[in-house]
């Protein structure tokens, strides 16, 4: 069997005002060449970066692979001359078989005639084991992984019409020896581009000479004597020009020049002489776990410097994040409102949440526009530091202690970036007979649990936040922050990361994992915008919207009665089990219907339906019931409550 991927067309929207609709059906990412002569820009790392013409993505990157490894692997196809993806090392076969490091490049499907052709890109890998850093402490093997893989897909979040998608549509194909399409499903391929580093690295005059609607601010550059770029001196033209500034369009300009000027403040700060290199990724001497694809560990190979200097995590969130608190950097006072903490959910309004996310997390990551934290939790009112801490905790990792005086120092008792993340039982505590469990037992005394769900139902089983209150710096906790894990949880993951957990059928479903179910990590189903392309993958596979329950997606026929599904669930819908098959169940093992149905039969946020029903009363289907999409299913619902 071979699995493959091509674009499909999807929805453009806006992310942040589901009011709006689709205001595009025909968005469609073939291809990341640019066509400047019909003013489409998607990237320049496919471009010359010197007079030798080695490409931009290669000067940026080949210190980031061991010596001689990205130059066997060009990033333009070498006769055909069409673009290729950073190449993905096999880790199964590096850490598990031969010890060869092996590697595959991906491409896009209009990589023959861009912006023509769309032609089907196969999975490269497939993993029958998937080893994650295991080398070190926090390292493990998720065995019976089993899973094709498509690493490095040269996307860009620009498509075919030259329009902004962080959220662009790809067709995965399973297909036999002889090509045929056996199954299929739509997915996104998430990629962004959006880093407001302009916000405080860039003089405003600059975006507003540009004619660009960014917020552009040069708090950043106030203290330094830098030749930073401005709004007075910058210069498009003269490339002899210490103001100089490249870009094929208006905002590659104005996010070169806040680049730029990022660069000038690290040398006047540290001494450093990287403007004149330019061509700088900055994990070559601040490590980051995203770009260590063949997990390695922090190193000073082939030019890098990782020992010498704390994370790109570490010193992006705890630098950041700290300033605020350090005044021997701030004499005057001019940092002393940036960064700001994020209340508790009691504390905050909807208002306060998305200003103080545009001014901590979505200042770097994806947010203000794109949104990337966009599904369920989402739309429950969860944010970043709901899950992670403050930006001071999540740059307290391992790093710390590394330096030029003691490289590779590091403190593995702390976070690992990428690796030491909540898992599920962080705040799905447990079913409700376990959560009453706990509560009990004075387990949940320091835990602020969540009262209602969006439906207005009561919840009570679950925690608003990944860690208990007094490690919220509100309430004195400090920098190391402490995850939540009930690890006897219904709803406890397998692996300590989401992405990585269901293989095995404790807890994973026939194989299935966790993701395949409920979405990817930021991005669990339902997206409370309609009009989302997230919503593409779960429609088309059950009808409808929301963590994959029917069990007809993947079964065929009446199921039973049974409690074999995930989680311990039964079969959903009109189904013999909802049909009179469950009262002999639960005349013989009660708790087994409280567990989601309600100490009492009352319903709970467990037993809420997925979608709009009609569900038979009794067997010959003459007496039914219509539940409406979100309501608690209840044993009065249809018949006697025998519960109470």
């Given amino acids: 069997m071979e699995v493959t991927y091509r674009a499909v067309s999807g929805n453009l929207i806006d992310p942040n005002d589901p009011s709006r609709g689709a205001l595009a059906t025909d968005s469609i990412n073939t291809t990341s060449e640019n066509d400047l002569a019909n003013g489409i820009y998607k990237a320049n790392f496919w471009e010359p970066g010197n007079a030798a013409g080695d490409l931009l993505g290669f000067l940026s990157y080949d210190n980031l692979y061991p010596p001689g490894v990205l130059a066997a692997f060009p990033l333009r196809h070498t006769t055909m001359g069409y673009l290729l993806g950073l190449p993905a090392p096999d880790i199964e076969r590096l850490y598990l078989g031969d010890g060869v490091l092996a590697a595959e490049q991906s491409t896009m499907p209009g990589r023959l005639d861009p912006y023509n052709a769309n032609d089907p890109q196969p999975f490269h890998g497939y993993y029958r084991d998937l080893p994650f850093f295991v080398n070190f402490p926090f390292g493990y093997t998720v065995t019976d992984f089993k899973r094709f893989t498509a690493e490095g897909i040269p996307i860009t979040p620009v498509d075919d019409q030259g329009r902004k998608n962080a959220y662009p549509l790809m067709r995965v194909e399973a297909r036999d020896a002889q090509g045929n399409v056996l199954a299929y499903n739509d997915v996104v391929v998430p990629v962004a581009s959006e880093a407001d580093c302009q916000s405080c690295h860039l003089d405003a005059d600059v975006c507003t000479g540009l004619g660009l609607g960014f917020q552009c601010d040069d708090i950043a550059n106030y203290y330094t004597d830098a030749d930073f770029i401005t709004g007075a001196n910058i210069d498009t033209s003269d490339e002899n020009d210490p103001h100089y500034v490249p870009g094929d369009t208006a905002e590659q300009i104005a996010l070169n020049a806040s680049k730029i000027n990022i660069l000038r403040l690290h040398d006047a700060k540290n001494g450093t002489s990287l403007d004149a290199e330019r061509t700088v990724v900055c994990a070559n001497c601040h490590y980051s776990p995203a770009l260590d694809l063949a997990h390695l560990g922090p190193n000073d190979d082939n030019g890098k410097e990782q020992t010498r200097h704390r994370s790109m995590s570490s010193v992006m969130h705890g630098y950041h994040a700290g300033l605020p608190n350090r005044p021997e950097d701030d004499p005057d006072g001019v940092f002393r409102n940036l960064f700001p903490t994020m209340p508790t959910y009691d504390n905050r309004t909807p208002e306060l949440t998305q200003a103080i996310l545009e001014q901590t997390c979505y200042a770097c990551h994806p947010g203000k526009r794109t949104a990337c934290l966009r599904g369920a939790m989402a739309e429950g009112g969860m944010v970043c530091q709901d899950c992670h801490g403050q930006g001071t905790q999540v740059g307290n990792d391992f790093t710390v202690g590394f330096a030029e005086a003691t490289p590779g120092n590091a403190d593995l008792s702390r976070r690992v970036p990428w690796a030491s993340e ?163 169940l639960a005349e013989k093992n009660k708790d087994a219907c409280r567990a989601c149905h309600g100490q009492n039969g009352e319903g709970s946020v467990l037993s809420r339906v997925a979608a709009d029903r009609t569900l038979f009363k009794d067997e010959d289907g003459k007496k039914t019931v219509m539940v409406a999409r979100g309501t608690p299913v209840s044993c009065s619902l249809c018949h006697e409550n025998k519960l109470k």
């Avoid at 995850?483 to 479903?509: M, V």
């Avoid at 994992?513 to 088309?540: L, Q, V, Y």
Wanted: charged content about 20%; proline content about 6%; aromatic content about 6%.
């Fill in 422 to 584: 909540p898992k599920c039982q962080s705040c799905h505590l447990g079913d409700v007979l376990q959560v009453e469990q706990l509560r009990a037992g004075g387990m949940l005394a320091d835990l602020l649990i969540n009262d209602t769900d969006v439906w207005g139902n009561p919840d009570g089983l679950r925690a608003r936040m990944a860690y208990a209150l007094p490690e919220h710096v509100d309430h004195g906790g400090d920098t190391r922050l402490e995850l939540l894990d009930f690890s006897g949880s219904r709803f406890a993951s397998d692996q300590p990361l989401y992405r990585l957990s269901g293989s095995g059928e404790e807890k994973g479903h026939g194989g299935v994992f966790c993701e395949g179910c409920h979405g990817s990590t930021h991005a669990i189903w339902p997206n409370a915008n309609p009009f989302a392309n997230d919503n593409r993958s779960a429609e088309g596979l059950q009808g409808h919207t929301g963590p994959i329950v029917e069990c007809s997606t993947c079964h065929t026929g009446d199921l039973g009665n049974t409690l074999e599904g995930p989680h311990g669930m039964h079969p959903v819908g009109n189904t013999t089990f909802s049909m009179g098959g469950h009262e002999k």
